[in-house]
């Protein structure tokens, strides 16, 4: 069994720590890797790393930034399969999703590092002033343990394109594809470091005064910790953090296509996304059409281990987050829920969960209030459109919602819906250009396109007044305590052009 590293200075080493604990495979419940659960001295020899390296690293062309970091970003494309292979064995995802997100997520961070050959590092604006936007220095981000690959490279593309250095904590639940993620980078040493665990290597990783901003995805509990943490040390945070994300479902669209849509929405990586689809409000004219083509559509997503190319919904990362979609759903049941399909542990290994449809649900049901990262399609009927968006604003998180309408009045009334990202009549749209801010206990800080370069740079005005004229020279003067040799003659006349001298030019 393999005992993981930590990647610090350009060297693979040992932890510091004297703590482990196994990844598991959810799928069959084997031990896949022993990795280290971190220490205070880890997170500070890798920002020590990282600190070392900064200065010379932003003092590279960003041309030459880009360049490597396209390089590596190509050598990970080549790699997709691989990459999905040990995501799938550390968390659960079907190999053939896994590749999808990791080959568009690889492209997508050429685009991103690629504006940083646009970016204004350097603009004079009026009244003789430059702007200069300069690194942070030594950065941290903190990927959760569901998209490991993908949201690793999405941060970390713009902090390294603009010349910051970096510190990545992976999920302590999924760290294998992150160590051979910079197994397949030959930056300089120090600018990415790795370092190993849980809460005992991210706490004091975050908590380093010379970290300059923290870019954390993860829960809104451990969220809170961190942004509190920065802020007492003056630093920057980006957090992204949980979503209970609605769906509207107005009349007149085709239910049945809808339902297709949802489904793949509510279900896809086994409803762990943060923009899953966790909440769904169907107008009353096609609910029950659009709910019997939901539960069809949900029947076909089979379940099994994500090595199999036959399997649609592989498992959950862990029986602890099982657990958490099992709660959901007594829960709702005991408070009057109707289960349509699905709802029941399947026997056998592997901590699996079927894709599961419920109705009759309201918001006294933790699975309507509480985000629940599972296979959940929990639907509502409401009587107007209108009242399906009073719905879906009605919560604390605001990361992403959804509409499906053909009203053009109604898709602009969707965008009062209070979240970083609104989609209409599709879900996960939008390119690299795509910029957003997650709205209540979703976190905080705007990413996406030139976004991400400004969080990761700091503006310097540079004020450069005119030259002041040079003073005049006083004018020569005889020195009498000069010797014979050297002497001027008082009545002699000076040289033409001589500094000083009467007539000469800047007299």
Same mark, same amino acid.
């Given at each position: 069994?393999?005992?993981?590293q ?8 040992d932890? #510091?720590?004297?703590?482990?604990h ?21 997170? #500070? ?9 900064? @200065? ?11 360049? =490597? ?6 050598t ?43 970016? @204004? /590092? ?11 936007? =300069? ?18 490279? *999405? ?24 160590? #051979? ?18 809460? =005992? ?12 901003l ?27 953090? *949980? ?14 296509? !809808?339902?297709?849509? %949802? ?6 990586? !086994? ?12 107008? #009353? ?17 089979? $379940?099994?281990d *994500?090595?199999?190319a ?8 862990? =029986?602890?987050?099982?657990?958490? %979609? ?24 592997? /901590?699996?969960?079927?894709?599961? %449809? ?16 599972g296979? $959940? ?43 970083? %990202? ?15 801010? @997650? ?5 905080? *800080?705007?990413?996406g ?6 969080a990761?740079?700091? @503006? ?30 008082p ?17």
């Amino acid at each position: 069994m393999k005992t993981l590293q930590n990647l610090i200075g350009g060297i693979w080493e040992d932890s #510091r720590g004297d703590a482990f604990h196994k990844v598991i495979n959810p799928a069959t419940e084997e031990v896949v890797a022993r990795c280290p659960s971190g220490s205070p001295e880890d997170a #500070r020899q890798a920002v020590d790393a990282a600190v070392r390296a900064q @200065p010379a690293w932003a003092a590279l062309p960003v041309a030459e930034r880009v360049a =490597r970091l396209c390089r590596w970003a190509d050598t990970i494309t080549e790699h997709a399969d691989e990459l999905a292979e040990i995501e799938c064995r550390e968390m659960g995802k079907p190999v053939t999703l896994g590749r999808t997100f990791i080959a568009g997520a690889a492209q997508g961070f050429k685009a991103a590092v690629a504006e940083a050959l646009d970016y @204004p /590092f350097e603009e004079t604006v009026t009244g003789g002033t430059t702007i200069l936007r =300069r690194p942070l220095g030594a950065t941290a981000v903190i990927v959760p343990w569901n998209f490991p690959v993908p949201m690793a490279l *999405g941060a970390l593309g713009p902090l390294l394109a603009a010349g910051d250095t970096v510190v990545l904590k992976p999920s302590e639940r999924s760290p294998m594809s992150a160590v #051979r993620l910079l197994e397949l980078m030959d930056p300089p040493a120090g600018v990415v470091n790795l370092v190993l665990g849980d809460s =005992r290597a991210g706490a004091p990783l975050v908590a380093d005064e010379r970290i300059g901003l923290v870019h954390f995805t993860g829960s809104v509990e451990a969220g809170r910790r961190v942004g509190a943490e920065s802020g007492a040390l003056l630093h920057r945070s980006i957090l992204e953090l *949980g979503g209970k994300d609605p769906v509207v479902v107005d009349a007149g669209v085709d239910p049945v296509a !809808t339902a297709a849509a %949802v489904a793949f929405g509510a279900f896809v990586n !086994t409803g762990q996304i943060c923009t899953s689809m966790e909440r769904i409000y169907v107008h #009353r004219e096609i609910a029950e059409e659009f709910i019997d083509a939901l539960v069809d559509v949900a029947g076909t997503f089979a $379940l099994g281990d *994500g090595h199999d190319a036959t399997t649609v919904l592989g498992p959950l990362v862990d =029986r602890r987050q099982r657990d958490i %979609v099992v709660r959901h759903v007594d829960d709702a049941v005991e408070r009057g829920a109707t289960v349509r399909t699905g709802g029941t542990v399947p026997e056998g290994k592997g /901590f699996f969960y079927p894709a599961t %449809v419920l109705t009759d649900v309201d918001d006294s049901m933790l699975v309507m209030t509480e985000e629940t990262f599972g296979p $959940l399609a929990p639907v509502a009927v409401v009587s107007s459109f209108e009242e399906g968006l009073e719905k879906a604003a009605g919560t604390r998180f605001g990361l992403a919602a959804t509409v499906y309408t053909n009203d053009p009045a109604h898709m602009i009334a969707a965008r009062g819906i209070p979240a970083g %990202v609104v989609w209409v009549n599709q879900w996960q749209g939008g390119g690299p250009e795509r910029l957003y801010e @997650p709205a209540g206990d979703s976190g905080m *800080g705007a990413t996406g396109s030139r976004a991400a370069y400004d969080a990761a740079t700091r @503006p310097v005005s540079v004020h450069v007044a005119p030259a002041a004229p040079a003073a005049p020279a006083a004018p020569a003067t005889p020195d009498t305590q000069a010797t014979p040799d050297t002497q001027a003659t008082p009545d002699a006349p000076a040289t033409p052009g001589a500094p000083g001298a009467a007539g000469a030019p800047g007299a």
